[in-house]
């Protein structure tokens, strides 16, 4: 796709531009990712198809989205605006594409969802249910993403909605959130094994999601053990959850959990409540409220009408 921009813009007459989704999808993922590399990586591009396609727009448009450091490149004020309405321009593109495949299979709607391992997939059921009983004809489909995934989707409208951990370090300026549930926090540790005394797990062997992964669930629980006086020994850091239940199988550590998702443990596992970690996680659905419509707003409806999505 080629945009074709003609008319007038800072007094000047405008020539047709050459600039493509192609070129709003390299723009966005340079922003996001903070240098020309990380972009390559999280893409999938060559680096230097990058870096000339990035150029190429600059030069279409006469002026500079990024200023290059020796380390990590920013966006210019000019450019932080372009990259705004890029995201806002490829967000619509991606739903009308949808659009088009629905109505050639003449479905009735379809829905993209996101969720974080730590939303309990009982709490979305319920809500599910309750908007399969409105609209039944709406297919719904379900992906696993980090947080910081999950936002990047949502911005470029790869998704329509997203359940993810309620935190201030989750935030994207086109993303709004409307918290759905909340869940206390806790230990998670082998059906055989003892409950531990709460003064003992100082210095007990934990394991933990990899901080590069669920760097916001670390924080909340680093905020949250200080403020319960636990000091964990963190004995190793874990990818995805899978490993995380599994390692804690194996005896290699306890790990800490939404109470909520106890339901959804391995057999060999169980979970007890730690009354001294006071505070509860929440989470929220997120959507893109630049792309908003009438069909994800009765989605978000179901949500915040169902009371018993609250945890007893």
């Known amino acids: 796709m080629v945009i074709a921009l003609t008319g007038q813009w800072g007094g000047r007459a405008m020539r047709q531009s050459r600039i493509g989704i192609r070129h709003l999808r390299c723009a966005i993922g340079v922003a996001d990712a903070g240098g020309f590399r990380a972009a390559a990586e999280m893409l999938g591009i060559a680096q230097p198809a990058i870096t000339k396609t990035v150029r190429d727009m600059e030069e279409d448009l006469g002026f500079a989205l990024f200023e290059r450091g020796p380390k990590a490149v920013s966006l210019t004020a000019p450019g932080r605006r372009f990259v705004e309405d890029a995201r806002q321009s490829l967000a619509q593109f991606e739903r009308t594409i949808r659009a088009a495949r629905r109505n050639e299979t003449g479905t009735h709607g379809h829905i993209i969802i996101g969720y974080s391992a730590l939303a309990s997939s009982g709490q979305i059921s319920q809500g599910l249910g309750a908007f399969e009983a409105l609209c039944p004809g709406v297919q719904i489909e379900m992906h696993v993403l980090s947080t910081d995934t999950m936002l990047r989707q949502l911005a470029g409208g790869e998704i329509d909605a997203g359940f993810l951990l309620n935190h201030e370090t989750v935030t ?29 797990l100082t210095g007990a062997p934990f394991v933990m999601g990899l901080r590069e992964n669920w760097r916001s669930y670390r924080l909340l629980l680093d905020r949250l053990c200080d403020h319960a006086g636990l000091a964990p020994a963190v004995a190793e850091e874990v990818w995805d959850v899978q490993v995380l239940f599994q390692r804690v199988v194996e005896g290699r550590g306890y790990t800490l959990y939404p109470m909520d998702a106890a339901p959804a443990l391995p057999a060999s596992l169980r979970m007890i409540a730690l009354p001294q970690m006071r505070e509860a996680l929440t989470i929220s659905m997120a959507w893109n409220h630049v792309a908003d419509t009438a069909l994800l707003r009765s989605f978000r409806a179901q949500f915040g009408r169902n009371e018993s999505l609250a945890p007893a």
């Not at 994207?172 to 806790?186: E, K, L, R």
């Open 172 to 200: 994207h300026p086109a993303i709004s959130q409307m918290p759905v549930w909340s869940s206390p926090i806790g230990l998670v540790l082998p059906r055989e094994a003892p409950a531990p005394d709460f003064e003992t």
